[in-house]
């Protein structure tokens, strides 16, 4: 039986480019662009990603007698084209991916309120025995909701440390459940405002997408118009070079 971790290890894919490597190359590119100038993302991006990227041994084949006919042509773009599609690919994949937040969030909600049941009782308890204040509850609300039920916790944890030097070995509660409300609550707020914030992360991400496609796609149609100028007589550009559109596709600037 073949081994799982050794299938296709003949295939070298060592020389491939990280696509995160290119998206940080350009990055000082993006913020460059006037948001009036994004073009609108009509076009499937993976099928332009790997139509361009496969396209590129053509395309670069071209440069010497594009820069010999067009000597004012930007020469660069030969380069830049595959730091577009590569950075273009990631940052679709960042979009895909900006709402997402841990969907651990209703199990630890849940152990939460256990906790915050089992330390409001304890802490009643010694609060009847004179071991803490009764102010000691006095910022809890007990109300439901993922952040009123952390924020309870981080009280009754933080009532229940600084006491600890007289309640230890008087009560049920030891250390490593304090730890472990602590930890819950920390990660429950963290998870409150990490949801809250997802159509901030989406829109910032879908702008950023915009960014690249922008100079993908004007990369990739300045590279095909000058290749069909200087392959006019061949009349081999679409071979060379294939439109990312389709015929009822045009390009846009973003609404």
């Known amino acids: ?26 990055a000082r590119e993006l913020d460059d662009q006037r948001p009036e100038d994004l073009l609108q993302i009509n076009v499937d991006i993976p099928t332009a990603v790997a139509t361009a990227l496969g396209a590129l041994p053509r395309i670069r084949a071209q440069r010497e007698q594009v ?3 067009l000597p004012q042509f ?12 590569l950075a273009l690919h990631y940052a679709h994949a960042c979009c895909g991916t900006a709402g997402d937040t841990p969907d651990d969030l209703p199990t ?36 439901n909701g993922y952040k009123n039920v952390a924020t309870d916790l981080t009280f009754l944890v933080t009532a229940i440390k600084k006491a600890w030097p007289y309640i230890q070995g008087k009560c049920a509660i030891d250390e490593p459940e304090l730890e472990r409300a602590e930890q819950v609550a920390a990660r429950m707020l963290r998870l409150v405002g990490a949801r809250n914030l997802s159509p901030v992360a ?54």
């Open 74 to 85: 930007d020469g660069t773009l030969f380069d830049k084209l595959e730091d577009y599609a």
């Open 1 to 26: 039986m073949s081994n799982p971790s050794n299938f296709h290890a003949d295939v070298n894919v060592s020389n491939e480019r990280f696509f995160e490597v290119a998206y940080d190359k350009i």
């Open 202 to 255: 989406e829109a910032d991400a879908a702008d950023r997408r915009a960014r690249v496609y922008t100079l993908f796609m004007n990369c990739y149609e300045d590279l095909r118009r000058a290749i069909g100028f200087v392959r006019w007589t061949e009349g081999d550009v679409d071979t060379i070079m294939p439109t990312l559109y389709n015929n009822s596709q045009k390009r846009k600037t973003a609404a």
């Open 67 to 69: 820069q010999v006919a």
């Open 108 to 143: 630890l909600g849940q152990e939460g309120s256990d906790s915050r049941d089992r330390l409001r009782a304890d802490v009643g308890a010694l609060i009847h025995r004179g071991l803490l204040p009764a102010t000691a509850v006095a910022d809890c609300c007990w109300l």
